[in-house]
């Protein structure tokens, strides 16, 4: 059984910074790509950014370049989402997500995603 599990949101002032945690089990990242969305309250969910297989590559929105950074720690099977800087227009739900694609690329879109956390809210306040 695959289980991602999101933590980590808060409220927050501009210009702070969180870091989410996303906990999964049942596979092993070492062999699967993973990926953050974000849904704004009337938006739709959008990619945020993602990890190769590998862990050697990256791709952000170019909204968040420079801001945010995903990492990993293998030992403890978890993915994580910096965000620094952030802005009122950060403020989503969260979400991690996995391609159960074993050794797949990154990919951006929702569909491309097997597995989801559950979610964990971020507010920035201005």
């Known amino acids: 059984q695959v289980r991602l599990v999101d933590s980590g949101g808060g409220l927050v002032q501009a210009g702070d910074s969180l870091r989410l945690s996303c906990v999964v089990s049942?596979?092993?990242?070492?062999?699967?790509?993973t990926g953050w969305f974000r849904q704004a309250p009337g938006k739709e969910r959008e990619f945020v950014g993602g990890m190769s297989w590998t862990g050697r590559s990256t791709y952000y929105r170019d909204s968040v370049k420079g801001r945010f950074t995903i990492s990993r720690d293998l030992a403890q099977n978890t993915v994580y989402l910096q965000m620094d800087s952030l802005k009122p227009e950060d403020t989503a739900i969260y979400y991690c997500?996995?391609?159960?694609?074993?050794?797949?690329?990154?990919?951006?879109?929702?569909?491309?995603?097997?597995?989801w956390g559950q979610g964990t809210q971020v507010t920035v306040s201005s």
């Open positions: 049942g596979r092993t990242l070492s062999y699967y790509a």
């Open positions: 997500a996995l391609r159960d694609v074993r050794h797949g690329t990154i990919e951006t879109g929702i569909g491309d995603y097997n597995y």
